[in-house]
């Protein structure tokens, strides 16, 4: 029987403390353990992206890694994006873009544009395509939504 | 997947006693981009999954002037986003930008990648070309390693039960010293490579000193090809790299898979062999 594990941690700038068995995914531990579903289970192996959050301030694929080591990290998810109520503005773009349609990889494609304009506030559309490599959409063919990020660039 | 514990280990010798506990039953865990997928997939049982990410060791990234320490848990990211070292090791940066996307350069690392013993990783080559030595720990202390000599298998190296990666050292290139790796793939980013070839060469005005050139996915393990030798004490003109890159090709030995063709795969050695030879001289010019 392998216990589970105590796990404090800031999640979308408030203190979490848990426990989660070792053996379970950030992603898991999130939707199941913290009742956080918006983050989204696509491939599960590190592929698609729908699983972005951010974790010490670096993108990562919520499925590969464990629920367990986030114990002293900073993580935010999509529901920490933006004011409740409100829209962050890559969500206003991307609706106004219709940089959606089924919404299963939005919230990661989010999280990862959102990384981008802070790191850089005007990437390029080559920059753009480049870091967002790493998020999968099988809906929008990625030009709504290269659109949408380089509408909230061009605005900042 | 079987449950496992996840052990924090905070010094190296905390992480082999948690390793040899369990033998075959467990394994170092850095990035885990490939060991998560592994236990998900069933294809590791684990008893426990040993977290070298906070041991001061494998964080260690310290450029200096005869060599290059770069610990085991290094992300990605730290390669390419450090201005001094990209500077130093262009070939490195060629590698570490193409492994995975953004989200997986941020936790995935040469260490890992090299771990992981890919017949197809991009980063073994490139640490092959820079002639690499690893630097290993297990319940009988520390020993080195080629890392020409450091995959045995596709998913195998020499690493064996209580053992871990500590850090690679790679020699600091000198003035003349240039390298590069590329790859071919249906898609730029994200994708894994049908075939992959790193060079370096080192040289003195237009002679070639020597020269190492690496190939990958065209074997069992990630390939030291004699093409390098070939050049040594040669002019670096484009015949005599041309030549070099026949031999490359001459010495893969690749299956056809979902991926590509064997016949494919042996000429993309060829032309992959070529450019990156020019890349290197290119580099080493320049780094005069």
Known sequence: ?156 | MHPFEYVRAKSVDEAVAALAKHGERARPFAGGTDALVMARAGRWELDALVDIKHIPETNILELGSSEFRHGAAVPCYKVYESPEISAAFPGLVDSASIIGGIQIQSRAGLGGNLCNASPSGDGICALIVHNTTCVIAGPNGKREVASEDFCTGPGRSVIGNGEMLVELKIPTPKKGFGAAYQRFTPRNEMDIAVAGVASSVQLDGNTIVSARVALAAVGPTPILSTAGDSLAGKEATADNISAAAQIASSEATPISDMRGTAEQRTHLVGVLARRTLERAVERARENN
């Open chain 1, 1 to 156: 029987m392998v216990e589970k594990v105590r796990v404090r941690a800031t999640l979308n700038g408030e203190p979490v403390d848990f426990l989660v068995a070792p053996y379970v995914s950030l992603l898991d531990t999130l939707r199941d353990e913290l009742g956080l579903t918006g983050t989204k289970e696509g491939c599960n192996d590190g592929n698609c992206g729908a699983c972005t959050v951010n974790l010490d301030g670096r993108i990562v694929d919520s499925c590969c890694v464990l629920g367990a080591e986030i114990d002293g990290s900073t993580v935010e998810t999509i529901e920490g994006m933006a004011e409740p109520g409100q829209l962050h503005p890559l969500q206003q773009a991307f609706l106004e873009e219709a940089a959606l349609q089924c919404g299963i990889c939005t919230p990661g494609f989010l999280i990862s544009a959102k990384a981008l304009l802070e790191k850089d506030p005007h990437p390029s559309e080559h920059d753009i395509r480049f870091w967002l490599a790493g998020n999968l959409c099988r809906c929008t063919g990625y030009d709504k939504i290269v659109k949408a990020v380089q509408k909230v660039a061009d605005s900042a």
